[in-house]
T-cell receptor
Framework: EAGVVQSPRYKIIEKKQPVAFWCNPI?????LYWYLQNLGQGPELLIR????????DSQLPKDRFSAERLKGVDSTLKIQPAELGDSAVYLC?????????????FGPGTRLLVL | GQNIDQPTEMTATEGAIVQINCTYQ??????LFWYQQHAGEAPTFLSY????GLEEKGRFSSFLSRSKGYSYLLLKELQMKDSASYLC???????????FGKGTKLSVIP
């Protein structure tokens, strides 16, 4: 069974440029999460989707970050414009059911460097 | 909210046993997870505890005491490949949000 797929794996951009990350969850997983992980820190939740609905986006910086999961399967996270402090690893995770009660499985992440 | 505390770094010898502790403070608790993360890779699920006691899974075991807000991950017969960061995460009741600790970087030496 394929795991969570993310692309690109690495991205280098200049500040003020836009950037987008893509995630395809494990087949059949209804809940999708985007996390941010800084070096030496644990992942921090940005947004959680149940099917196509964003049910928890309280920690998403909405002035520059946006996300969508239009058909309830794959998802895109966008930053526009990127700032130096956005350099981090962006992890996508998925879990089977809704309500967040099941185990979360993570993708390999996108490592972003903003110059 | 949640506050998760775990040691930053630990070193242990190949073949030995190591215990990684995690304490949590929470306004609502619904389970404790342990993940392993090798450098530059995704966190991978190791264990889940929601009731008090010990859960054993091969060389790895995890313990939970809800009354003490305490968990540990026990790794037996350490191998070099066990060198990684180990993340403790507590799940909130209601929102089911996972709050992660900063991770414990374990180095296994010959």
């Amino acid at each position: 069974e394929a795991g969570v797929v993310q692309s690109p794996r690495y991205k280098i951009i200049e500040k003020k440029q836009p950037v987008a990350f893509w995630c395809n969850p494990i087949s059949g997983h209804n809940t999708l999460y985007w996390y941010l992980q800084n070096l030496g820190q644990g992942p921090e939740l940005l947004i959680r989707y149940e099917n196509e609905e964003a049910v928890d986006d309280s920690q998403l910086p909405k002035d520059r970050f946006s996300a969508e999961r239009l058909k309830g399967v794959d998802s895109t996270l966008k930053i526009q414009p990127a700032e130096l402090g956005d350099s981090a690893v962006y992890l996508c995770a998925s879990s089977l059911g809704v309500g967040g009660q099941e185990t979360q499985y993570f993708g390999p992440g996108t490592r972003l460097l903003v110059l | 909210g949640q506050n998760i505390d775990q040691p930053t770094e630990m070193t242990a010898t190949e073949g030995a046993i190591v215990q990684i502790n995690c304490t949590y403070q929470t306004s609502g608790f619904n389970g404790l997870f342990w993940y392993q993360q090798h450098a530059g890779e995704a966190p991978t699920f190791l264990s889940y505890n929601v009731l008090d006691g010990l859960e054993e899974k091969g060389r790895f075991s995890s313990f939970l005491s809800r009354s003490k807000g305490y968990s540990y991950l026990l790794l037996k017969e350490l191998q070099m490949k066990d060198s990684a960061s180990y993340l403790c995460a507590a799940r909130s009741a209601g929102s089911y949000q996972l709050t992660f600790g900063k991770g414990t970087k374990l180095s296994v030496i010959p």
